[in-house]
């Protein structure tokens, strides 16, 4: 079974630019998070979906970002204009939801976002 | 406001020794625990958990123990290998499938 997975990689934009990363949740669940990783610090939550619907974006630091998931499947996140504080790890995760016997979190290789 | 803290930010332990990996939290809300090991350029990876009416839960070498009247969760290693050395993270939250809030991250090195 393929893991949660996440595009680009790497992704170096300039201050103003406007960056999307995608992630691909594992087939079948429903639950789909992003949370980001800056400079080296503790992992925090930006926002929670279920299915298509979103759960919880208490996380979301302002309007800049934007997260979608069309229809259930993958998600997105914009960031429009990119800002320099913006710069570091950004992971996605999804879990089974109520349908499946646990709820843990599988986490991406998250895509390392650098902002000059 | 750091809800879940590591106030350790590296170990070193030596191969076959137990390493024991502290975190504090300070929600009382908070109704499930979890440890994720993470390597470079890699996302985290689930490791164990366990939920706020037991207070000890084990997989292996593996066991993570819970103190709820010291808000406190402890992961222990026992023994150390050095495929083990990994930065470490404790995760809490207020039920199973909500949004984990995560500590800082302990960096464990465990040296032959």
């Known amino acids: 079974e393929a893991g949660v997975t996440q595009f680009p990689s790497h992704s170096v934009i300039e201050k103003g630019q406007t960056v999307t990363l995608r992630c691909d949740p594992i087939?079948?669940?429903?639950?789909l998070y992003w949370y980001r990783r800056v400079m080296g610090k503790e992992i925090k939550f930006l926002l929670h979906f279920v299915k298509e619907s979103k759960q919880d974006e208490s996380g979301m630091p302002n309007n800049r970002f934007l997260a979608e998931r069309t229809g259930g499947t993958y998600s997105t996140l914009k960031v429009q204009p990119a800002e320099l504080e913006d710069s570091g790890v950004y992971f996605c995760?999804?879990?089974?939801?109520?349908?499946?016997?646990?709820?843990?979190?599988?986490f991406g290789p998250g895509t390392r976002l650098t902002v000059l | 406001d750091q809800q879940v803290k590591q106030n350790s930010p590296s170990l070193s332990v030596q191969e076959g020794r137990i390493s024991i990996l502290n975190c504090d939290y300070t929600n009382s809300m908070f109704d499930y625990f979890l440890w994720y090991k993470k390597y470079p350029a890699e996302g985290p990876t689930f490791l164990i958990s366990?939920?706020?009416?037991?207070d000890k839960n084990e997989d292996g070498r593996f066991t993570v123990f819970l103190n709820k009247s010291a808000k406190h969760l402890s992961l222990h290693i026992v023994p150390s290998q050095p495929g083990d050395s990994a930065v470490y993270f404790c995760a809490a939250t207020r039920w199973r499938g909500g949004k984990l809030i995560f500590g800082q991250g302990t960096e464990l090195s465990v040296k032959p």
């Open positions: 995760a999804s879990s089974q939801g109520s349908r499946g016997t646990t709820d843990t979190q599988y």
């Open positions: 087939s079948g669940h429903d639950n």
């Open positions: 366990i939920s706020s009416i037991k």
